[in-house]
Nanobody
Framework: VQLQASGGGLVQAGGSLRLSCAASGIIFSINDMNWYRRSPGKERELVSSITAGGTTKYADSVKGRFTISRDNARRTLYLQMNSLRPEDTAVYYC?????????WGQGTLVTVSS
């Protein structure tokens, strides 16, 4: 199983970024998928999740600003991030669990300058 995250970068506050997570080695369409982030000095945080059926959830801190989506044909997970804030600065990871075993992507760094 491989999860390859990309799309991070440096952006000014108020800007947007779109993260992608390309999956291989799994039947992507049947897996629930998640985005986590870890900010310096903070615990890892679940940002958003999407079920195989398309039901989405968001952390309160990103509701109304971030949108999670998936393209099963491309086996890719997305996170559209708008109205970015300096507190969104973190390494973002995609994650899935298969038969109670967790798989993490390598992370992509998002830096939001004020």
């Amino acid at each position: 199983v491989q999860l390859q995250a990309s799309g991070g970068g440096l952006v000014q506050a108020g800007g947007s970024l779109r993260l992608s997570c390309a999956a291989s080695g799994i039947i992507f369409s049947i897996n629930d998928m998640n985005w986590y982030r870890r900010s310096p000095g903070k615990e890892r945080e679940l940002v958003s999740s999407i079920t195989a059926g398309g039901t989405t959830k968001y952390a309160d801190s990103v509701k109304g600003r971030f949108t999670i989506s998936r393209d099963n044909a491309r086996r890719t997970l997305y996170l559209q991030m708008n109205s970015l804030r300096p507190e969104d600065t973190a390494v973002y990871y995609c994650y899935t669990s298969i038969r109670e075993r967790g798989y993490w992507g390598q992370g992509t760094l998002v830096t939001v300058s004020s």
